[in-house]
Nanobody, 125 residues
Framework: QLQLVESGGGLVQPGGSLRLSCAASGFTLDYYAIGWFRQAPGKEREGVSCIGSSGGSTKVADSVKGRFTISRDNGKNTVYLQINSLKPEDTGIYYC??????????????????WGQGTQVTVSS
């Protein structure tokens, strides 16, 4: 059974960093495009970064460029989202999602079939 589990969220002060993890089970992550999305209260889900299947390239949304970095560890079947210089507007639930055999990846939520349950990120002093 395909499963995605996000972790690494929490409460952090502005300017801090977090590394979110998305652990996959039941399938080989390398064959899938992975997207990271976030959703703030009252706002639509926003794609922040993605990586294509089988060594595909990455994309980062303009709104977070220079602060967010996506990477994957195929040996651990896990994808990471490194977030630096956190801002209060980064607050929200962060989700990972996958879609098989897609490269290049897309930042639209409609492009992904399988989703994790999300991890909360709160940036506040």
């Amino acid at each position: 059974q395909l499963q995605l589990v996000e972790s690494g969220g929490g409460l952090v002060q502005p300017g801090g960093s977090l590394r979110l993890s998305c652990a996959a089970s039941g399938f080989t992550l390398d064959y899938y495009a992975i997207g990271w999305f976030r959703q703030a209260p009252g706002k639509e889900r926003e794609g922040v970064s993605c990586i294509g299947s089988s060594g595909g390239s990455t994309k980062v949304a303009d709104s977070v460029k220079g602060r967010f970095t996506i990477s994957r560890d195929n040996g651990k079947n896990t994808v990471y989202l490194q977030i630096n210089s956190l801002k209060p507007e980064d607050t929200g639930i962060y989700y990972c999602a996958v879609e098989p055999m897609v490269s290049p990846c897309v930042l639209q939520a409609s492009g992904y079939e399988y989703w994790g349950q999300g991890t909360q990120v709160t940036v506040s002093s």
